[in-house]
């Protein structure tokens, strides 16, 4: 397929963080069911990335949370479209993480990160938080 003809799809991600630990999500649907991710979604018209992070960590976990720095920005070639996913750190902010969406989560310290099957354009992000000392 073209690149020029191949969907593109932009993204937010939540690096949701506590106490060296992040929070992965493992996907219960579709063509990646099964493997883990960061929580997040597309962004609607009009929306900053941190008003769609806020939106989609309601919809997919009934949370609040605080929106930090952004970590990176992945760009993945995926076999029917192209990901650009913007991932910021982010903190609880009230209520507790409820999987509305996901088949299953769970809390990763740094030395644990490698322990599931992360979706492509995740492990790009878990190669980034390898390499940054403030998570």
């Known amino acids: ?23 992965a999500t ?37 949370t609040e949370i605080s929106v930090g720095s952004l970590l990176t920005t992945v760009d993945y070639d995926y076999p029917k479209f192209h990901l650009t996913m913007h991932c910021y750190l ?18 990763l310290r740094h030395e644990d990160l490698d322990s599931v099957k992360w979706l492509p354009a995740d492990e790009k992000v878990i190669e980034k938080l390898n390499t940054n000392a403030e998570v």
């Open 1 to 23: 397929m073209d690149t020029k003809e191949r969907k593109h799809i932009e993204v937010v991600a939540a690096i949701i963080c506590n106490d060296n630990r992040v929070f």
């Open 26 to 62: 493992q996907r219960g649907y579709g063509e990646w069911k099964d493997w883990w991710e960061f929580p997040g979604g597309k962004m609607e018209t009009g929306e900053t990335p941190e008003m769609a992070l806020q939106r989609e960590i309601r919809e997919e976990l009934a």
């Open 90 to 107: 982010c903190k609880v902010k009230s209520g507790e993480l409820t999987l509305l969406e996901h088949e299953a989560a769970k809390w």
